[in-house]
């Protein structure tokens, strides 16, 4: 099992993609170097996680800041925070809940270190508000995982379609049918892609 833990992680990923692609041969030096976005395991990064659901990232970053303020970001604070507290925060009630679900579940995050990514996700699926995308979010970025992919990611989905001149937006399973050729390091692709969608983007004059 690879982990992504530093620059070279990335860059031999790269090496990868630009060997066995001439589209990734081609993009990859207009977005290198790729940002290695690694954090801490546990709770605190899967409530993140939480936190920035279908918000934008700004709106995310203030929440989580006040969350940290208010010492509300382990689960013992998280079980013990009233509706207040959290509201104050600025979560909204389905957030709440889930926090809270999550911070009362016991999981022991320690042990997701040693578990392969399929078993790892399905563990974190179980969770309350924590879906397939959430938990390869998890993976990718507090656990360092190499191959996992995301692919219901909508901004995944249109890098892939501007990258590869597709006359359509493809979904999750025709992204991860693209997306074969690219393991063992598709969280290497995924940065790519999202580096590449934040190009394309600033090109069209959008943000």
């Known amino acids: 099992m690879r982990v992504i833990e530093t620059q070279a992680d990335l860059d031999e990923g790269c ?3 630009a060997a066995i692609c001439p589209v ?3 993009v990859l030096p207009d977005v290198h170097p790729l940002p290695l976005r690694r954090s801490a395991d546990g709770f605190a990064a899967m ?3 939480i936190v920035g659901q279908q918000i934008s990232v700004a709106a995310a970053g203030a929440i989580w800041a006040r969350l940290q303020a208010a010492g509300l970001t382990d689960e013992a604070a998280m079980r013990d925070a009233s509706d207040e507290d959290l509201r ?3 979560l909204s009630r389905p957030k709440q809940r889930y926090l809270r679900g999550i911070a009362g579940a016991g999981l022991d995050w320690a042990g997701l270190r040693a578990l392969p990514d399929d078993r790892a996700v399905a563990a974190l699926v179980a969770l309350p508000g924590v879906g397939v995308w959430t938990a390869e979010i998890y993976l990718k970025f507090a656990l360092g995982r190499a191959d996992v992919f995301a692919a219901g990611d909508l901004a ?3 890098a892939a379609r501007i990258m590869y001149d597709l006359p359509a ?3 999750p399973a025709a992204l991860r049918a693209l997306a074969e050729p690219w393991q063992p390091w598709r969280a290497v692709a995924a940065r790519g892609l999202w580096a590449y969608y934040r190009l394309a983007k600033g090109r069209e004059g959008t943000t």
């Open 156 to 158: 995944l989905q249109e």
């Open 47 to 49: 409530a993140s996680a």
């Open 169 to 171: 937006r493809p979904g």
């Open 88 to 90: 104050a925060a600025g």
């Open 15 to 17: 090496a990868h993609l």
């Open 24 to 26: 990734w041969a081609r």
